[in-house]
């Protein structure tokens, strides 16, 4: 079953396209990763499913990019309610300067809801166990979530976002800021979350693509050049351009 959908999907920074007529079909509770050399387009595409394209001047967009069939880019959009359904990580952790307690219950706060203390410590609780971090930090809540190690933060980042109850995870090179332990570690997250969330993945790293992603997608010049199953993709490419890159012969 299909979580996303792009149907001639076009976006441009003022005169320059950066998506050009993008098919695509993410399924649900699996994880897609999207690939290709810097300035392709792959960032761009991920940031039209939260509307983040939105806050740039000058940007342009044609077509339809579908989450459980309705059309996020039509008029009226709830973009609030969007970003609430639609999570995103970024390269760099990014902490609020507070509490580990307070960066959990931070999105729960500002939505306005009135919630019970013993609500918003069951939300820390269930959002620090989805991302393995409970039985490690539940003596330190109060603590500051800055004094975390880099791949901590990235957890506490997810946790952040399971707070709100998404329904898709966007990725955008979740890893790079990481050693290899604490990839390894992440990526072993993104295998449990995926049991309840949809995760699509921007990242360089083909070797990580391989390794953790269901189903991968190859972007060029902002052209979707191949989508396929992981496994397809990488052992025989269909697209030549896709085979150049994944041998290195490209990018």
């Not at 993945?201 to 070797?207: D, E, F, G, P, S």
């Amino acid at each position: 079953m299909s979580k996303i959908i792009t149907k001639n999907l076009d976006l441009w920074y003022g005169s320059f396209q950066a998506l050009k007529s993008v098919n695509a079909a993410f399924e649900a509770n699996r994880i897609t990763a999207m690939i290709g050399p810097s300035g392709c387009g792959k960032s761009t595409l991920l940031r039209v499913f939260n509307r983040m394209n939105d806050l740039i001047d000058g940007v342009r967009i044609g077509g339809e990019a579908l989450i459980d069939d309705l059309d996020i880019l039509a008029p009226g959009t709830d973009l609030v309610a969007l970003r609430k359904k639609v999570g995103m990580v970024f390269q760099r952790p990014n902490p609020f300067p507070l509490s580990i307690y307070e960066n959990i219950v931070f999105g729960v706060r500002i939505r306005g809801a009135r919630v019970s203390c013993g609500d918003l410590d069951a939300i820390v609780e269930s959002s620090l166990r989805g991302v393995l971090l409970w039985d490690e930090l539940k003596d330190s809540l109060r603590s500051s979530a800055l004094r975390l190690s880099l791949e901590k933060q990235q957890r506490l980042c997810i946790a952040r976002l399971l707070a709100v109850k998404p329904d898709v995870l966007l990725m955008d090179e979740p890893c790079s800021a990481l050693d290899p332990q604490a990839t390894a570690r992440i990526e072993e997250l993104m295998r449990e979350l995926k049991r309840n969330y949809t995760i699509v993945i921007v990242t360089h790293n083909m070797q990580q693509a391989a390794r953790v992603s269901d189903d991968t997608g190859f972007m060029l010049l902002g052209e979707l050049v191949e989508f396929d199953r992981t496994d397809r993709l990488f052992a025989s490419p269909r697209d030549k351009r896709t085979e150049d890159y994944i041998t290195g012969r490209y990018g």
